[in-house]
């Protein structure tokens, strides 16, 4: 059997092909060869009309602890896949990298940059696995919340989703990408002590059944806690859950504060009416009723057109594994790599189809918002050394339908890459998560209802400048070009 290693590093968190390549750059002397490579996804998740932005803390968290651990050299030594040479060189390993990227909680959209890395092309090729990882789930995460968000409107929705998780990690990261989509607390202490959302929760039926009655139950919870929520369909909620919790709130009077009741089955539309009623009768009108079961944003607006009388949502399993879509599918394609004298080229990846065409070239995304309403025209993206804020009209245009265009004028531009890391140093202070979670309440004021409708929005722009545009047209030409005078004789 393989020897057992303490799991002291997230460094070879990376697939095996990545060392393989950086084996190769080693040996052949390319591995400080300038790149720069961009993570994009194709297609929107869920077939929102925005994407939530988040994984950021984690990336910064992964990069300042990068580097390759007395066990890691050890075992990469033991699978005899690797060189003396380069596993020197790996122990010797510091990220110098700069790294660009959309801040936690902005929109972001499909087919434009979200997150770069430039620097020594081993660095860049070492970090792909875990950056993908993370912006994969706490991006799709982040947006889902976000979905939740839109049809809860202002009512309370609670995170409860760990149990239902794919294991530890993402319970912890889950709950934060679902904090800044939107949500308001979640059922994980550790997230609560970790990161500070404020936790909160009620009680399970086994709370009722090791009483065997709710009166009991609920009896020796208000006896020994001041907030109540008192779980009322253990047995019969019409005809034993709710009356046994007005009697406890009743009997407690002062002592408890009565916030409600949950309802965790049945319909919840037929059944919170009811409960609403004899809460209202026994002069609770202020008591909220907590609904969960397998909610999610469909459930939610379903039983918000039913009238449904509930305040407060518990959203676990739906929304921690992203249920109706489990990736995002981001990518991480090289768009420049130096040539021999140290000049970066843009390169470019082409295939049959049309979408999975990278755009070559280092980019920024421009945000262009109308001066006179703060709306969002769409999204800019132009070659680094291009300034849209230096025009005072703008061209946007469709990169595959091009008659498709208009001219903007009176616009901010606002760019959404922003510098984190500068040639492996942490330039970047990351804002406290409460106003990350503001910022993405504040992003989405900015788009048209049009775009933010859950069901079939408006596809936002994402347009290519005319620099950056001809720059791929020129590269595909160039490569049929070369493709075209190929001979193998
Ligand atoms: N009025 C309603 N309209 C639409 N969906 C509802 C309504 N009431 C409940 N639901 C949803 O229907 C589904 C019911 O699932 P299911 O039949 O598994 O639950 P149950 O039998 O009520 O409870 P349990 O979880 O104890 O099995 C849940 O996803 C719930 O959120
Ligand atoms: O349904 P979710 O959105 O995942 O929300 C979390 C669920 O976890 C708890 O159930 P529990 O684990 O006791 O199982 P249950 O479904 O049988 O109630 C709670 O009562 C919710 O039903
Ligand atoms: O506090 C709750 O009610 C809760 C917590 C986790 C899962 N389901 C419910």
């Known amino acids: 059997m393989a020897r057992q290693y303490p799991d002291d590093s997230t460094t070879l968190h990376t697939d095996a092909y990545e060392l393989s390549m950086i084996q190769t750059y080693f040996e052949k002397g390319i591995q400080n060869k300038r790149a720069i490579f961009e993570v994009f ?20 968290h992964y990069i300042e602890n990068l580097h390759f651990s007395e066990t890691d050299i050890s075992y990469l030594k033991e699978t005899e896949h690797f060189s003396p040479e380069f ?58 919340a976000a979905r939740i968000r839109s ?92 009356p046994s919790a007005i009697r406890v709130a009743k009997e407690m009077g002062d002592k408890i504060n009565f916030q409600g009741v949950r309802i965790d089955s049945g319909d919840m539309a037929y059944l919170s009416k009811r409960v609403r009623e004899q809460l209202d009768e026994a002069g ?6 907590y609904a969960s079961n ?10 918000k057109m039913q009238n449904a009388k509930i305040d407060v949502w518990g959203v676990g399993t739906k929304l ?38 990278s755009t070559p070239g280092r980019k920024q995304v421009w945000r262009i918002t109308k001066k006179a309403d703060g709306k969002s025209e769409g999204d800019y993206v132009a070659l680094f050394d291009e300034d849209p804020r230096e025009q005072s009209s703008l061209y946007m ?26 040639d492996g140093r942490l330039v970047y202070q990351q804002p406290e998560l409460a106003d990350i979670r503001q910022l993405c309440m504040d992003n989405q004021e900015s788009l048209w209802p049009e775009y933010k409708r859950d069901l079939n929005p408006q596809k936002y722009p994402i347009d290519l400048s005319q620099r950056c545009w001809d720059n791929k047209m020129n590269l595909i030409k160039e490569i049929h070009e070369y493709v075209q005078n190929l001979s193998f004789e």
């Not at 397998?294 to 459930?299: A, I, N, S, V």
């Open 41 to 60: 996804f194709r297609d929107m998740p869920f077939k929102n009309g925005f994407a939530v932005f988040a994984g950021l803390q984690h990336i910064i």
């Open 87 to 144: 596993l020197n060189y790996l122990e010797n390993f510091q990220f110098k990298g700069t790294i660009r990227s959309a801040v936690e909680g902005e929109l972001v959209y499909n087919q434009e940059p979200i997150l770069q890395v430039e620097g020594p092309l081993a660095d860049c090729q070492l970090v792909e696995t875990a950056i993908l990882n993370i912006v994969n789930f706490q991006t799709l995460i982040a947006t889902k």
């Open 151 to 242: 049809v809860a409107g202002t009512d309370a929705i609670m995170e409860f989703g760990t149990r239902r998780a794919q294991e530890f990690d993402a319970a912890i990261w889950g709950t934060r990408a679902a904090y800044i989509g939107g949500f308001d607390a979640t059922s994980n202490v550790r997230a609560g002590k970790l990161f500070g959302i404020p936790i909160s929760g009620t009680h399970a039926h086994a709370l009722v059944q090791t009483y065997g009655n709710d009166y009991e139950a609920f009896k020796a919870y208000a006896e020994t806690h001041r907030d109540c929520v008192f779980l009322v369909d253990t047995y019969d909620t019409i005809k034993s859950g709710v």
């Open 284 to 289: 609770f009108k202020a008591a909220k009723i």
């Open 294 to 303: 397998d909610l999610d944003e469909k459930t939610i607006m379903s039983l």
């Open 320 to 357: 921690i594994t992203a249920f109706d879509q489990p990736a995002l599918g981001a990518v991480y394609k090289m768009v420049a790599i130096a040539d021999d004298n140290g000049q970066l080229k843009d390169t470019i990846k082409l295939s049959n189809n049309a979408e999975k065409v």
């Open 397 to 422: 245009f469709h990169p595959s339908y091009t008659y498709i265009n208009k001219t903007v004028t009176d616009f901010n531009a606002r760019p959404i890459l922003q510098t984190i890391y500068s």
